[in-house]
């Protein structure tokens, strides 16, 4: 069904550019990785958008977790991060991700992040399922904007590095189980043969697949898709995370309220102004983030409402300006003033889980291809990602990464290949009607609760987009919409195969986590249909 590329060529006649490093990707892990890996070779970093400042990782507001606190432990960290997960972490990935985790902060610092501070140490704050104070932030609530800036900074001076930005990856080549670069498409439409001793996937990930997210437009699930059509292993694409509390207010995006807000002491309020948390978990606001996210739900449906509130009004306004300015700002934008306002939220699609499968080196089932970041499943993140893992993630396995690839062979011979399918029709209707259409039905059927009768309906309804595999494709538009549909094909089929509720999926005719049959990874592959690996290392 989803064809091995998007396009015919053949490489014979494409114009070749050759690099020793292509990181595909320009947020946390496609630029730290990209400065790692300049330390000796030449890099290549190539971004969709027209600005190395623009990425997911600069939206990120709550921060970036590492033990630094004496109180704190990487084993607290680990127990935190397993629990979370809901049974289905690599052990041996959350123990490098934890213990490394530190040494990536003074990477990042000495990179030139700056990190906030009070009376000369780092301040740090406590997020969801967070035992302990270990959340460093910048700037209050804008810490990815800050690690951006500094990053994108540094790489623009490094001479071992080219930028291509405002370019698309249309497709990775590969020949006999390994990737020897990709297709790129340059911003006059010009096709060309990326060569690369090494591919590196940072592209993020793919909120796009549903109406209300809290990603950016270029958040299209691109990597995992380019990925699987050139027959890697993706793995855990059931696992979503809705963010319980996005912006809800007519006129306004669904901008992120940080899971920070409530670690400062914020609560949330139904519509008749009474908190509920409790009804529904101990922690109470401080509750892993699927538990809030379908407390929200539920509670939205009891109270006939399209919302509840978070309220921090009890805080004193001159704390909540200074450690939430963005948020505050952004707020008040709207009429809604944060230190005296409860402001209207609900949960919106925010992290993908799963993604390319990879070991503790970042290298995929495919030789020479490593994926970094959200675009990766290297088993830190289980069945539901503990809140600002995700950049320490992308800052462990970078390094990582980076290293493993100082020990791969030259290419001595390119492949020639040549894709003739033959694709002469083109699409009539409009990708933007077909992207909304996506949309609605993931949200519908493949959102925070899902059934076995919704979901096939919505692979039913998926699968009549097909289409456009088969017409002649030439704008970026029409190959995200493609890969939106390949990911979200992906991510309902997993969903439909997995009949337990676990972490970020959650099956109203299977509510119950069932560790007796399904704890273990469903894993697809173009070429091999589904697989299912069970788990050996039982994290318990």
Request: net charge negative.
């Amino acid at each position: 069904m989803v064809p091995r590329y998007l396009i015919d060529f053949s490489l014979d006649e494409l114009p070749a550019v050759e690099t020793d490093v292509m990181v595909i990707g320009a947020g946390i892990a496609g630029l730290f990785t990209t400065i790692r890996a300049s330390e000796t070779n030449q890099v290549l970093i190539i971004t969709k958008p027209k600005s190395l400042l623009e990425s997911n990782t600069r939206y990120a507001q709550g921060g970036i977790a590492a033990v630094i606190s004496d109180e704190d432990s990487p084993e607290y960290h680990r127990q935190d991060t397993l629990t979370a997960g809901a049974g289905l972490c690599d052990s041996e990935a959350v123990d490098v991700l934890v213990r490394a985790g530190p040494q990536g902060v003074k990477d990042l610092v000495g990179m030139g992040t700056q990190f906030d501070l009070e009376n000369g140490e780092y301040a740090l704050t406590k997020e969801g399922a967070h035992s302990q104070r270990r959340i460093l932030h910048s700037n209050g609530d804008a810490t990815g904007a800050e690690i951006v800036r500094a990053l994108s900074e540094k790489t623009r001076q490094n001479p071992n590095v080219t930028i291509w930005d405002d370019h698309f990856v249309i497709d990775l080549i590969t020949d006999k189980g390994e990737c020897f670069g990709a297709i790129v498409q340059k911003p006059d439409g010009q096709r060309v043969f990326v060569r690369a001793r090494a591919t590196i996937l940072c592209s993020g990930g793919s909120g796009q697949l549903y109406r209300y997210t809290t990603n950016p437009d270029i958040a299209t699930g691109d990597g995992v898709a380019i990925a699987y059509r050139a027959g890697a292993v993706i793995r855990d694409v059931e696992f979503v995370q809705f963010h319980p509390t996005s912006l809800c207010y007519p006129g306004a995006p669904r901008f992120l309220i940080s899971e920070a807000v409530r670690g400062e002491g914020a609560v949330l309020r139904n519509i008749r102004g009474e908190r509920f948390m409790e009804k529904y978990d101990s922690r109470m606001e401080l509750a892993p983030r699927d538990i809030v996210a379908r407390a929200i739900l539920d509670e939205m449906a009891e109270t006939k409402s399209t919302f509840v509130y978070i309220d921090i009004t009890h805080e004193s306004a001159d704390m909540v300006k200074h450690r939430f300015p963005n948020i505050y700002e952004f707020c008040l934008n709207y009429g809604l003033d944060l230190t005296s306002d409860w402001i209207p939220v609900a949960p919106a699609a925010h992290y993908m889980m799963g993604g390319v499968k990879t070991n503790l080196n970042g290298e995929t089932s495919l030789k020479r291809l490593y994926a970094c970041g959200e675009v990766s499943s290297t088993g830190v993140h289980g069945a539901n990602r503990l809140a600002s893992n995700s950049l320490s993630e992308a800052i462990v396995f970078g390094r990582r990464i980076t290293q493993h690839i100082r020990e791969l062979p030259p290419i001595h011979q390119w492949p020639s290949i040549t894709e003739t399918s033959h694709r002469t029709e083109h699409l009539m209707q409009p990708i933007v009607e077909k992207r909304l259409k996506l949309q609605k039905v993931m949200l519908r059927y493949v959102g925070l609760k899902r059934e076995a009768a919704g979901l096939e309906k919505g692979l039913d309804e998926l699968k009549r987009h097909v289409k456009i595999f088969s017409t002649s494709l030439t704008k970026r538009e029409e190959y995200e919409f493609a890969n939106l549909l390949t990911l979200a094909m992906l991510t309902a089929q997993s969903a439909l195969l997995r009949e337990e509720s676990r972490g970020g999926h959650y099956r109203e005719d299977f509510p119950e986590k069932n560790d007796a049959v399904w704890r273990k990874h469903i894993q697809l592959q173009r070429e091999a249909g589904v697989t299912e690996e069970a788990i050996h290392d039982v994290n318990v």
